[in-house]
């Protein structure tokens, strides 16, 4: 893009459950960087002590890790402009602050937020935004305020004329500084504000691009001229390039706020989503790989990516095809791979004990290749296998399956099937399958949607569940049968 090396960052603040929109921004930025050979720095933008979290911060630590994310420079990683988290840098703040202010870049601004909405209503002006008024007092009128003990935040003043820009996913944008007010720095006892560390930190970590939501181009026109600003006071190199990202849209044509169950990053994880399928999806919220292909590899897409071909419009949250996205994914991974990563979900749930007994894992690694081509998220492993596990004094049949299909034209099908599995001299797939055919279908003349609904439910306790003659081999005769003749009781 440059000669200069491609250096990008992921910034959050630890409020709060993460936002599948932030894993967007981290994926884009990652891919660009790792597409440019360059760097990718994941900084913790914590200056606003009164909501940030400590488990906030762990979750964005765990979110990032779970999602394969890796970061070049940031916490628990270090590099070369140390530290990463903004509640540590409060002196580099402060410093970049006594520049711009030595140099004129700033002023002091006494007045009271009634006294701006009052001046702006006397005048008839529709500018929202500070006014100006202090931008230019004389030394009697700053010794006035201050006998009145009044305190003072830092503004920028904002230079006359048009801020325009090129905008990698928009193109040029122009803003005009009539509409964009002097805004403060920092505040009254001098602790810095967003406005004024987001830049510094930029300038200082020698960022050459930007990539962000939507929602924050409405601070560009502000920054560029900071940017430019640290760089003559001898802070960073200039302006980086800038990309506003689409918005992420939930249901209803309204952005997906944090409030939305579709927004938890985390929750993704929770419910058994592999992280190659969640990041294929968001991936597609903005960016294709090509017209007519929507699953690929996070190396793929690092070798294809190209900033300018995001799509600057709103993209919608589709939780159904997110699904459609994730399952196939699951249809990449080998059946030991799949035992590998849906071992801590059925731990979780007791299915297998932890650590896993030697009888435990020898079940696992027959019944496995009967359900992984079946599940189409981690947590459905448990659903799927918990019949073989479970003690037979805990099984349990699911009540509306049982309801359906346990009535009494049910249980005479369980009945048959029990009678005909008791006469078996040789418990495998291949007899029971012919001794249930025989009974069911041959002799009772039913359908086999019907034939094995019943016996599927008195076996595994669910209508959906591993073929049906493996589980019985695997579940073994005297627990086989049990459960045919339990469902009689």
């Given at each position: 893009m440059n000669a200069q090396p491609v250096r990008v960052r992921m910034a959050p603040s630890?409020?709060?459950?993460?936002?599948v929109g932030l894993v967007r921004t981290a994926l884009y930025n990652w891919a660009f960087a790792r597409h440019h050979g360059g760097t990718f720095v994941f900084r913790i933008e914590d200056t606003d002590a009164a909501r940030n979290t400590p488990e906030s911060y762990q979750a964005l630590l765990d979110l990032m890790r779970w999602v394969g994310l890796d970061w070049d420079e940031g916490p628990e990683v270090g590099g070369p402009f140390a530290p990463y988290r903004q509640s540590e840098r409060g002196d580099l703040y402060r410093d970049a602050l006594a520049r711009l202010t030595e140099?004129?870049?700033?002023?002091?601004?006494?007045?009271?937020?009634?006294?701006?909405?009052?001046?702006?209503?006397?005048?008839g002006s529709?500018?929202?935004?500070?006014?100006?008024?202090?931008r230019d007092l004389s030394a009697d009128q700053v010794a006035a305020f201050e006998?009145?003990?009044r305190a003072a935040v830092t503004r920028f003043r904002m230079p006359d004329g048009e801020i325009a820009f090129d905008d990698l996913v928009?193109?040029?944008?122009?803003?005009?500084?009539?509409?964009?007010?002097?805004?403060?720095l920092a505040r009254a006892n001098g602790d810095?504000?967003?406005?004024?560390?987001?830049?510094v930190d930029d300038a200082l970590m020698e960022i050459t691009h930007v990539l962000r939501g939507e929602d924050l181009l409405s601070s560009t026109p502000r920054q560029i001229p900071l940017y430019?600003?640290?760089?003559?006071?001898g802070i960073g190199s200039g302006v980086p390039r800038f990309g506003h990202l689409p918005y992420v849209m939930g249901q209803g044509n309204k952005k997906l706020s944090k409030r939305d169950p579709e927004a938890n990053a985390l929750g993704y994880r929770d419910a058994g989503f592999l992280p190659e399928g969640l990041l294929n999806y968001l991936a597609l919220l903005g960016w294709a790989i090509s017209g007519d292909r929507d699953i690929f590899t996070l190396e793929e897409m690092v070798q294809a990516f190209d900033i300018k071909d995001v799509n600057p419009n709103p993209a919608r949250f589709d939780l159904k095809k997110a699904d459609a996205i994730n399952a196939a994914h699951m249809r990449l991974l080998s059946v030991e791979e799949i035992t590998h990563r849906a071992l801590p979900f059925l731990k979780q749930a007791g299915v297998v004990s932890d650590p896993v007994s030697d009888a435990d894992a020898q079940l696992l690694e027959l019944a496995m290749p009967l359900v992984?081509?079946?599940?189409?998220?981690l947590t459905e492993a448990v659903e799927m296998l918990g019949f073989l596990f479970v003690d037979e004094a805990d099984f349990t049949l699911d009540a509306a399956d049982a309801e359906k299909l346990l009535n009494e034209d049910g249980l005479a099908i369980v009945r048959a099937s029990h009678d005909a599995l008791a006469s078996l001299t040789t418990w495998s797939t291949a007899e029971i399958q012919a001794a249930l055919q025989t009974t069911l279908i041959d002799e009772m003349e039913l359908k086999p949607r019907n034939a094995f609904g019943p016996v599927r439910v008195a076996v595994t306790g669910r209508r959906i569940s591993p073929p049906l003659f493996e589980s019985l081999e695997l579940l073994g005769r005297e627990r086989g049968l049990a459960r045919l003749k339990r469902a009689l009781a």
């Open positions: 630890p409020t709060g459950s993460p936002h140099a004129g870049f700033t002023y002091r601004c006494f007045c009271t937020n009634d006294e701006v909405d009052a001046r702006r209503k006397a005048s529709k500018l929202q935004g500070y006014d100006r008024f202090c006998g009145e003990g928009r193109g040029t944008i122009t803003f005009h500084s009539d509409n964009v007010p002097d805004y403060a810095p504000l967003y406005p004024l560390v987001n830049p430019a600003a640290l760089q003559q006071v992984a081509e079946r599940i189409n998220k």
